[in-house]
């Protein structure tokens, strides 16, 4: 019973996995949960798709644990009804027709075959349903990976990368599928190594970097907290205006294209110390840092780290030779 | 929220567009909930084998060279056999040649069928959809087995009809004609069930086919080279065991008086191919997807 009242919590409890050396996946715990579009965010070969894949029961964990609403993803009876998930792109046999993918799909967990032309329907592949997937473009097979996701009309979907290969109105078309998905009180979890993406269309946000968690907030927090907002100015008078908002007390940064950026907004104020002083001003305009090079800075930021961690410290390190030459 | 949901099965019409705001903390999708078993995978399974025209190309080409080349042997030799020189024979052993090439195409067919997902990637959509491994396994040896079983006893007994009709030997005795239809066809389908093991094992097309025409082949080539007195005995068990033996074996016609003999070759492919299948079980519960 209470399968039918609460659900759909993906949870991850120190999630690791090592291949050899490498850690793909390191101590993630976070939890996903319903009614909202959760975005999970990390530059490319961050851990991303081994983690879904893990969600999945596909690769077994090295440490830790993941968890569907308490129970491992190969202890689900009705698996895709449960839960659907678009993988890497094109994850089938090209020699078989869209239509025959999904009805294998469905025949494995004993969903009515109408439901194939259903979701052919919703994905816009109705007219390629008999040809042979071979011939798919890199937006038609992801628009029938996600038909396979919805197949089982489940609870919870995952999208790994879902806009990529699609075209703008596909682009379009699968954001507006993720939120009103959510609406419907479905769990969503869909990955990304775009952030203006994710700005547009999670909730939520998990970022991680080299495999490790770096961020888990709400879009709203993770937006007021990164995304100053400045004024931009140009103008061919630099040194006049330079010094006119010198003397108001305003710090204006130059930049290499030769603009001027100041923190805050101040735009008005600005305007009217330039018309004061009689300043040619060719723009004024107030910008906001774009989330992209907030998360830039965060994910970088981790790079950095274990590229520090792993070097020898500069002092100890010698020119070649030199331990045998002298002596 | 309160309203609860009733646990017997829904009834109702589905309503796949879920009412916007509907009252539910999640999600409840319209289609009833259904326990999966074997069944379903076998159905799927089915499908898969019968949607991809490989299927279609290595079972084709499979009955052209048994038909083919047992009709063309069966019209040779009744066109060059003396009067009564065939009358010890057994009318159905010349089948065998067929049968032998055509096991080509039933390895590669049993090889596609679990390697071929490795290749594409389907094996992720394959094991999302039914997360128990062992089904999945199951059900794909059980749709080959009896598609690879069906088709090499139809085209067996084609022949052996053809044979029996056309030439002038002696009429077959009961055990003979089960041994030289059904019980060859029993073995080739275990050969194709090994193939289809080892697909899962090795996880590349091409590399579990030719793993498995050299086991075809290897022993009786390697045998033809060993000229070394002290490696007779080895020579001779590579000639009984191989598999080209084991084939003529169904027909009492052994490369020789020891090695396998009645039944054998079918219980020795059935002990390798289980063993091969439990290794294979063990492999995909362990490795990852």
Partial sequence: MSRFSVGGMIELEGLTKRYGEKVAVNNLTFTVRPGIVTGFLGPNGAGKSTTMRMVLGLDHPTAGDVRIDGKHYDQLKDPLTYIGALLEAKAWHGGRSAYNHLLCLAQSNGIPQQRVREVLETVGLTAVARKKTKGFSMGMGQRLGIAGALLGDPRILMFDEPVNGLDPEGIHWIRNLMKSLASQGRTVFVSSHLMSEMALTADHLVVIGQGRLLADTSMADFIARNSKSYVRIRTPQRELLLDVLHTAGITAVETGNGTLEVDGGKAEQIGELAARHGVVLHELSSQQASLEEAFMQLTAESVEYHAHSGAPPAEQQRPWGEGWRRS | ?289
């Avoid at chain 2, 019409?13 to 076998?42: D, E």
């Avoid at chain 2, 088709?151 to 056309?166: C, G, I, P, R």
Wanted: hydrophobic letters at 50%; aromatic letters at 8%; glycine letters at 8%.
């Fill in chain 2, 1 to 289: 929220m309160s309203t609860p949901q009733p646990p017997m099965p829904q009834t109702a019409a589905p309503n796949w567009q879920a009412a916007p705001g509907s009252s539910y903390p999640t999600y409840t999708s319209p289609i009833p909930v259904v326990r999966t078993h074997l069944g379903h995978a076998l159905t799927s399974e089915w499908t898969k084998i019968r949607s991809v025209r490989s299927t279609m190309w290595t079972l084709g080409v499979f009955v052209l060279l048994v038909v083919g080349l047992g009709l063309a042997t069966a019209a040779l030799v009744a066109g060059n056999s003396s009067d009564g020189s065939l009358n010890n024979e057994n009318p159905l052993s010349f089948g065998v040649f067929g049968l032998l090439l055509g096991s080509m195409c039933i390895i590669t067919l049993g090889v596609l069928t679990t390697a071929s997902e490795y290749g594409t990637g389907m094996i992720r959509t394959t094991m999302t959809a039914c997360p128990s491994r062992g089904r999945v396994l199951a059900a794909k040896a059980i749709v080959f087995f009896v598609v690879a079983f069906v088709v090499t006893l139809a085209s067996a007994l084609l022949v052996a009809l053809v044979d029996v009709a056309m030439l002038d030997a002696r009429e077959p005795t009961g055990q003979e004609w089960l041994k030289g239809t059904v019980g060859i066809s029993l073995y080739i389908a275990l050969l194709g069930l090994l193939s289809l093991v080892v697909g899962s094992i090795i996880r590349h097309s091409a590399g579990a086919i030719t793993i498995m025409i050299g086991l075809v082949l290897a022993p009786l080539v390697i045998a033809l080279f060993m000229f070394a007195e002290s490696l007779q005995d080895l020579q001779q068990a590579l000639f009984e065991y191989s598999i080209p033996n084991q084939l003529s074996v169904f027909y009492s016609q052994s490369l020789s008086d020891s090695g396998p003999s009645g039944w054998d070759p079918l219980w020795i492919m059935l002990g390798v191919t289980a063993a091969a299948f439990a290794g294979a079980y063990g492999l995909l519960e362990k490795r990852d997807v």
